[in-house]
């Protein structure tokens, strides 16, 4: 798959959650699957590491490594190498997620990878100033989310829509060119709707998705609303 | 398989080496499969995370992870959950590698997880006093290396014995049923017989074997000093 | 002040609380002097660094660091040297406050500091398998405080006595010289006895003293009963 | 001391260096400020945290920290506070020295503390697009320093002027007011009059004055450097 992407998106991270692990992370990858298929609507999927070459093997939407390292081929035992998960399936990578933060020294380097390695950067800020500050590395896509949010089923695009009016703002005066995803307590389609409808291209979701009832039926609401 | 190991006993530990990942991952793993088949000695593998599912399904071998976190399922994006590793094929876990240290409390609960996913736990130590105290939490080995000689082929059973000596000495008088492997700069038979004759009952290496211009041959060799 | 100390003892950690920063700091102390000179229990006080030498210039009670780095002199920029608090008038140093943890080599590492250093150390531990752990490494005094009880009013001593007694024996069976303190809720004199009694020879303290309307009087109710 | 400062501008960082430890960090700091007053360069001077309350007591030069943690008043053992900093004499603080780098959204929040504490931020960066990152920010000084020439005496402003032109490029574009400096290596004082003439404001030294065998005179000559 190139280094190619179209809006609205919908990344699912499916973080180490039991219903997004092993069997279960391919179980749900396909039913990312068949929404992006039947809305068209880009859903891509971020399942662990261990998981990247099942998932990659048994869909063909584009999967996301959740981390990697600012690391070259080498001596870094436990450590995650571009090359890695690129070889087992994925396309991109999450960067600097708030549960998995980075100095920004490496923010900076693993950018550079990603670009080397013709991986997809989706580079995860908590605020505006952050996610300014992360725009001028010019990475492909942007999410921001407020990290007391995530997993509160309190959307951000309701609760904190400064946060999402003023990222794109700060991020705009310094990349025009970058993709603006935000994310956190995101339940139900009307709030991707709102997401959008303050500025951004689309949205980083994962317990929402994940630990849905029916994953499916959700995604594919959020997947709608998008569409409008 | 079973929670069960023999000893003697060769790890050999991927890193994020080129050599040793995805398509060279698996074939590097083959290799050491043959050499345990034909000499009866305990050969496992470590491979990155996201290869560990190919090379688990390609060989009968032990394959490790390189590390784990100390967690449970939840919202840990970018960590590495033990039964993700475990479900992709993975019986046990490197933990507190030189070059992926954890704080105390962690190993503690590191290995707590090991245990409850019935994985091997091969906590690693740079020195006889670290031993020691990674032996009072009871892993199933320890594996001692000087982080100074690792990658040197200066091998720590000749460079400094007392080292390995040491560990065997204030490990056994905490523990009398962990297993004991050492490491660093190992890359010849005698390497390997001279660690067991020092009280050790197997090695864990890397460079050795992964950048060796014939891995398989090299291996072999080190088989053939442990039987002795 | 040589290398030596006597039990019961009470350690009052002064966290970055206001109450006990800056001016705060050097007058809480003053009231931990009085206790001391009064009770002739040995009576200590951690402030945060930039207050050891104020506070070291205004009392002869023993005064510990909050943290020290493994590091020798050099190029260190933001490091907290051992010789820097000790000209400051440091005597000691708290080691893997469960605020502050470390990797295990560097635990090992900051006790040899500490030992050329003829610094005290007191090691912190979060359960019984880690005080055991830490207690390999000989330390002068390990502190045992299960996180989830710190600053919470409720007293390990009561709450988990099992924690206690079982650091005490555990630590026992591989250190028998070690002085070993337990805290956590602590806020009256009978959980300071309960501590004792159940095998400790002190406490370590933060919040029940620095937030206390009058620390003298609960520090003194402290002393008290740790007499008995 | 209010939070006002003026350019050329010479910031001594005293790391954990032994020639800049305890009473010779005082009277280091002496020899800095005789500079200050011969020369009318602003000269800051940034000890260890434990030796802040006796250098700003004995000189009257701007005194900075060299890091502080991203924390209000609390439970923070072994973490540095700003407010006591501030209280043990400090105007100021180095921020993410390469030597003591923090996540992204802690140099955000720790720049938000300096401007509600009126401290004077100095955020370090290792490389034009980080410092870019960090402008956005809006830190009162931004000090480029290429981490492999740290400590080498190969001077920034010769061996890679393009770090430094291109850091004042990329600053500018999003950040008109920011104080820029430049250090790593710069040992004379045509070091510093050529990182001047890249468009800096100023250096960042270390070890080019704390290991001169005459500090005084080197200091001297950087700032004469510094006038012209």
Redesign the interface.
């Known amino acids: 798959m190139p280094k190619k992407f179209k809006t609205p998106m919908i990344i699912v ?1 499916f ?4 219903e997004a ?3 279960n992370a391919v179980e749900l990858a396909k039913k990312a699957e068949r929404v992006n298929d039947e809305t068209s609507v880009y859903v891509g999927v ?1 399942p ?7 998932v990659a093997k048994a869909v063909k939407i584009p999967v996301f ?3 990697i390292d600012p ?1 070259k ?9 571009a ?3 690129k ?2 399936g ?1 396309v991109g990578t ?1 960067i ?10 490496d ?2 380097e693993t950018i550079a990878i990603t670009r080397e390695q013709e991986l997809l950067s989706i580079v995860c ?3 505006p ?2 996610s ?6 010019k990475p492909d896509i942007i999410a921001v989310e407020p990290p007391e949010l ?2 509160t089923g309190i959307p951000v695009s309701k609760a904190k829509p400064e946060v999402v009016t003023g990222t794109v703002r ?1 991020v705009r ?2 990349n025009s060119e970058v993709t603006i995803l935000c994310g956190a307590g995101i339940t139900r389609g009307e709030d991707v709707k709102a997401a959008l409808k303050l500025g951004t291209q689309g949205v980083l979701v ?2 929402g998705i994940v630990k849905a009832k029916d994953p499916y039926t959700v995604l594919r609401e959020f997947a709608e609303a998008a569409k409008k």
């Open positions: 991270n973080k180490t959650y039991s692990t092993g069997r971020a662990q590491f261990a998981d990247i070459a099942a490594a959740q981390h690391i081929p080498g001596s870094f035992t436990g450590h995650v190498l090359e890695s998960v070889e087992a994925a999450l600097n997620h708030s549960e998995r933060q980075l100095k920004l020294s923010i900076n800020a908590n605020d100033n952050v300014a500050a992360v725009a001028t590395l995530i997993g700060l005066e310094v994962a317990s």
